[in-house]
C-alpha cells in the first residue's frame, strides 16, 4: 500500500477502477467462465481448439467462445 501511494493521484483518474481507486474493475463475464465453452490458444502452430464443459479458468495466453457448439468446433 505505501507502494501504490505514490501513484494514488493519477490511480484515481483510471476508468478501469473498481470500488477503490487501488483496486482494478471487476471482470463483467465471470460467470461465462463456468458455462461450456470452446478455447484455445493466442499463439499456436497449428488449429488448437477445445471444448471445456467443467468451468475452467484459462490464463492470459488463452481465448474462448461462449457455447458448446461442436459444428463450430470442428470448423
Known amino acids: 500500500m505505501d507502494y501504490l ?11 478501469d477502477q ?3 481507486w487501488w483496486e482494478l474493475r471487476a ?5 461465462k467462465f463456468a458455462e461450456p465453452k470452446i478455447i484455445f490458444p493466442d499463439i499456436a502452430t497449428t488449429c488448437r481448439f477445445a471444448l471445456d464443459r467443467d ?4 490464463t492470459n495466453t488463452t481465448y474462448f467462445i461462449p457455447g458448446d457448439d461442436l459444428y463450430l468446433l470442428a470448423s
Open 27 to 31: 471482470c463483467d463475464y465471470y460467470e
Open 18 to 20: 473498481g470500488n477503490h
Open 55 to 58: 468451468g475452467y479458468f484459462g
Open 5 to 15: 501511494k505514490k501513484f494514488q493521484s493519477k490511480l484515481q483518474d483510471r476508468w
